[in-house]
Structures are given as C-alpha cells and as structure tokens.
Nanobody
Framework: QVHLVESGGGLVQPGGSLKLSCAAS????????IGWFRQAPGKEREAISC????????YYADSVKGRFAISRDNAKNTVYLEMNALIPEDTAVYYC??????????????????WGQGIQVTVSS
C-alpha cells in the first residue's frame, strides 16, 4: 500500500516562500516518479512539477519555472517543493502523486496512481 502525506502548507504573504513536503510510506521500489499538482477553487487540477527517483530529472510548468524547485531525499522517501516569490495566483490546494515512472506527458494526472490528501497554500496580504 502506498501512502502519501503532504505537509508544510499555510498562509504566506506575496513574495514569501514555503516548502512543501511529500512523505511516502509503503512505497513500492518501482514507483519512480513523484509529481506536484494544485487545484484552485473553480479551476482544473494543474500539474506544476515532477521528479524522477532514478535519474533525478525534473519537470516544471511554465507558471512556476524559476520560482519553484523540486527535490527528493530517497533515503527518507520524501519529495520537497520549495516555493519562492509566491503570488496570490499560487493559492490552491497542493497535492503530491506517485507514478511507476515519469508519465508521458508528465502533466497527465490520470497517469499517476496514488495521491495525497492535499494541503492548502494561501498567498495573501
């Protein structure tokens, strides 16, 4: 059984930073990819980043490129999403998800098998 738990969300002012964590337990050895997604009220779920365990390849949506950084600690089975220069448009529920390998295309949320429960990030003054 794969279990994903997000943490690190909260309220931050515009221009601030947050670091999200996605801790995986019961993780199958062949689940190579972890993706981060977000969903704002009234909007579709958006893929924002993905990382491969095997080759450390990373992927970013244009909306977050240069501001967000994804990383992972394989020993801890944890993936991080460092978010900088946050803007109100980043406000959403953030989810991490696992796939056996990096999907093609990596943004296709239907290709991720397991999902965390989500965590709220609010950017507001």
């Amino acid at each position: 059984q794969v279990h994903l738990v997000e943490s690190g969300g909260g309220l931050v002012q515009p221009g601030g930073s947050l670091k999200l964590s996605c801790a995986a337990s019961g993780f199958a050895a062949d689940y190579d990819a972890i993706g981060w997604f977000r969903q704002a009220p009234g909007k579709e779920r958006e893929a924002i980043s993905c990382i491969s365990k095997s080759d450390a390849m990373t992927y970013y949506a244009d909306s977050v490129k240069g501001r967000f950084a994804i990383s992972r600690d394989n020993a801890k089975n944890t993936v991080y999403l460092e978010m900088n220069a946050l803007i109100p448009e980043d406000t959403a529920v953030y989810y991490c998800a696992a796939a056996p390998r990096v999907p093609f295309p990596w943004i296709a949320n239907r290709l991720y098998d397991y999902w965390g429960q989500g965590i709220q990030v609010t950017v507001s003054s």
